[in-house]
């Protein structure tokens, strides 16, 4: 059964440092999500992706994130200056059509020392 | 604001009991629920998705909603000890391109043997 893979499965990096967050999404599928979950608290969303572009996003989703799909098949998330509070399950998900079900990845747990 | 609300729990039952899980939303124009599985340290896992009021049955769920009430529950029969998770409402709101997903905090489920 098709799958959503992210890459890496756990990301240490210092505050201040760079990092990207991979995801290939389901492979017919057309929206793309990134969603993060700090530690016992609730899955927050974060941006919405269609059509090679930004659909929606939320507050959490400032200037330090972008997202790209630099290809037909993969879907990133960077953050340009880590901050402590960035530290997180970040979780990207996918959808075949804009009111579906969304299939979500594995994660990746980002720890920022 | 948009609000979901679970019951933390946790919520106990013995082993082949009925489970029941419920979820109230704020936001009255809110399109589609769905009810996800969550393992510790794991990702979301889609169980089922409900679009119009009344019930819909898949194996030992069933999922109801009552849009007047802004209520949706979720209901499993013959519990069994892997049902043992924490189960996440999940609501969508329409934006400029995308249905985001609005979670509760989860109800965390234990089936005791």
């Known amino acids: 059964e098709p799958e959503v893979t992210q890459t890496p499965s756990h990301q240490v990096t210092q505050m201040g440092q760079e990092v990207i967050l991979r995801c290939v999404p389901i492979s017919n599928h057309l929206y793309f999500y990134w969603y993060r979950q700090i530690l016992g608290q609730k899955v927050e969303f974060l941006v919405s992706?269609?059509?090679?572009?930004?659909?929606?996003k939320s507050e959490i989703f400032d200037d330090q994130f972008s997202v790209e799909r630099p290809d037909g098949s993969n879907f990133t998330l960077k953050i340009r200056s880590t901050k402590l509070e960035d530290s997180a399950m970040y979780f990207c998900?996918?959808?075949?059509?804009?009111?579906?079900?969304?299939?979500f990845g594995p994660g990746t747990r980002l720890t920022v020392l | 604001q948009k609000e979901v609300e679970q019951n933390s729990g946790p919520l106990s039952v013995p082993e082949g009991a009925i489970a029941s899980l419920n979820c109230t939303y704020s936001?009255?124009?809110?399109?589609?629920f769905f009810w996800y599985r969550q393992y510790s340290g794991k990702s979301p896992e889609l169980i089922m998705s409900i679009y119009s009021n009344g019930d819909k049955e898949d194996g030992r769920f069933t999922a109801q909603l009552n849009k007047a009430s802004q209520y949706v529950s979720l209901l499993i029969r013959d519990s069994q000890p892997s049902d043992s998770a924490t189960y996440l409402c999940?609501?969508?709101?329409?934006?400029?391109?995308?249905?985001?997903?609005?979670f509760g905090k989860g109800t965390k489920l234990s089936v005791i043997p």
């Open positions: 992706f269609y059509n090679n572009e930004i659909s929606e």
């Open positions: 998900a996918s959808s075949s059509e804009r009111d579906n079900e969304q299939f």
């Open positions: 999940a609501v969508s709101h329409s934006g400029a391109g995308s249905y985001q997903l609005t």
């Open positions: 936001d009255r124009v809110s399109q589609s």
